[in-house]
């Protein structure tokens, strides 16, 4: 049987944006997750299939039955905070689907979305060079899931993706994107708090999907590890008053605060990835990675007609 379509592992904000791009340019997509999502991108060529990435044998049917080409996993726990009041069980649930993952690949590339908690926040800016050392429970989980994938997948890519953004609709119940929460309640009037001493190099979920695509189609052989970090490198507070100030918000309603006993305290102080070895390599170098300005720009019409 010759190898078709693409596997993404996890159905959630960043991995259904990844399957809209991919079918979008005529992939098979296969999204999988515990549960089935509540929308599902409206774009022909994606299906939905129950999968628990931990379970080995339940990656073995799905994998076996479909046959894919390509394997995206970008699945949860997502959740810093439950990470960190749940430790071995972010380690054990991310390192499992990892090798269950891995171990099933074969010949298919295999491109794993990671993250810039990897590193423990001490420096302004990573390169792919720079010395992982994860200050929280999630950047331990999720270095764990990277070194099983490099290490038991022949073709295999870790992506790590800055802090990633983009529209949610306002009856989402739970926003699950820093930006889409900001903007939701700064149109409702209401203040938004948000830490002054943390800083991110955010990356809007379309170019996330448009890089992921362009990896996975590269025939030459990639770099193991690759960053992805948009432009502009902002402390939330900042980012937040580029959002009000787009959207016509009263810039008051950014309410600037110490990072330490908000939602955001277990995160590092600098999250920020350089993409510069990105840029560089023919595959991936003519995708334009937007900054903040032109991000918030782009998405503020979502936000203000189809509320
Ligand atoms: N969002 C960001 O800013 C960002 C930045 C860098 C890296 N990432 C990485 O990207 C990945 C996804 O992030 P996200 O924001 O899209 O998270 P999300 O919206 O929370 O989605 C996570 C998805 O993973 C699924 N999942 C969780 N456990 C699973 C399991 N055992 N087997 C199969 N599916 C499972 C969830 O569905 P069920 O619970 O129904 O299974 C959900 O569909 C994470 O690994 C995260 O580290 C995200």
Redesign the pocket.
Known sequence: MSARGTLV???????TNIARRLAAAGEDVTL????R?GRLPDVPGIRWHA????DPRACGRLVARLGPRRIVL?????DVTWCEEHPAQAVS?HTA?AANLASLAGDARLLM???DNVFDGSRPDNTEDSPVSPANAYGRA?LSAEETVLGAAADAVVLR????YGHEPADAGKW??FFAACAHRLLRGEPVPVPQDQWTTPVLVDDVAEVTAAVLDAGAPLPRVLHLGGPDRVSRAEWASVVAETLGAPPQLVVPTPRAGTRYASRPRNTCLSSSLLGRLPATGAVAVRGVREGARDLAAAFTTAR
């Open positions: 592992v996890g159905s959630g904000f960043v991995g999988a997750s515990r549960h999502p999968l628990d990435a931990t970008v699945h949860g726990p997502s649930a689907a979305i990671s993250t999720k993706v800055s802090l990633v699950l994107n």
